[in-house]
């Protein structure tokens, strides 16, 4: 489905990406891991055909049959990429009502009838009159979710897709993310922070650090032998924000 070798991009003169690459299978997830200015959103970005801030000095993508030199702008960019973004206000026009914007959707990809399943799916009300400031930050994401769905890509990119959702919600969102990505055999590719939640959902883990894909393997591969000291690190911490504070103040 997707292989990407070779990605190196610059912000000026200085490198954000050097040499990265990794390859995703149709219906599998990938999670690409790594703290804040590892480079994951440059990543994905750059994946999207995004050229700005970061531009690609190198690399070679190939997606769904397609080749493309990422060096290159008039490659183009890939088609049938679904995109969530971190932020719920990066996906929503905010004077129009939600109700309007799902069904501006549905026209445009003919796909009336399934709508309601994926709503239903994802724990949706009736979207009703109401405008996007008048739902919870985590239900909007959830509708984003849901117009991704609703396209059916061939691959999925969820940027931070539970930074704006409480577990049990997340839980919920990416348990039907992973069904509907198995059936109907799309490529999830998530970018998160969350090492656990990566291992919890994930088939594949790509470690990303200051720039360098330090590790790439199977999630369960990753988890048990770490191949440096920042891939060791973040397993053994991968449960920190589930501890207690407190207990953690008095050890």
């Known amino acids: 489905m997707l292989s990407l ?51 690609p000095v190198a690399g070679h993508l190939c997606f769904d049959g397609h080749d493309y030199a ?6 183009g960019k890939p088609m049938g990429i679904a995109y969530v973004p971190q ?25 009336h009838a399934a709508g309601g399943e994926v709503l239903d799916a994802l724990g949706l009300p009736v979207l009703a009159k109401a405008f996007p ?3 919870s930050r985590g239900m909007q994401q959830r509708l984003l979710v849901a117009m991704a769905l609703l396209e059916q890509p061939k691959m999925l990119i969820l940027d931070e897709p539970t930074s704006a959702l409480d577990p049990l919600i997340a839980a919920q969102v990416l348990t039907e993310v992973q069904r509907v990505a198995q059936e109907c055999d799309i490529a999830v590719m998530m970018v998160t922070h969350d090492l656990a939640l990566a291992a919890q959902f994930a088939d594949q883990i790509a470690i990303l650090h200051q720039g360098h894909m330090v590790q790439t393997g199977p999630a369960q591969q990753v988890l048990t032998a770490p191949s440096c000291d920042y891939a060791a690190e973040l397993v ?16």
Do not use: M
């Open 70 to 75: 990422l060096s290159k702008a008039s490659s």
């Open 5 to 55: 070798n070779g990605l190196s991009a610059c912000i000026g003169r200085q490198t954000v990406l050097e040499d990265v690459g990794f390859t995703l299978s149709n219906g599998q997830c990938l999670a690409v891991v790594g703290g804040s200015g590892a480079g994951k959103s440059t990543l994905l970005r750059l994946i999207l055909g995004l050229r700005k801030p970061a531009v």
């Open 236 to 251: 053994a911490h991968r449960y920190w924000q589930q501890e207690n504070p407190e207990s953690l103040a008095a050890e």
């Open 87 to 111: 932020s719920p206000a990066h996906g929503f026009d905010p004077l129009r009502r939600l109700r309007w914007q799902w069904q501006q959707l549905q026209r445009l990809l003919g796909k």
């Open 133 to 135: 400031h008048e739902w």
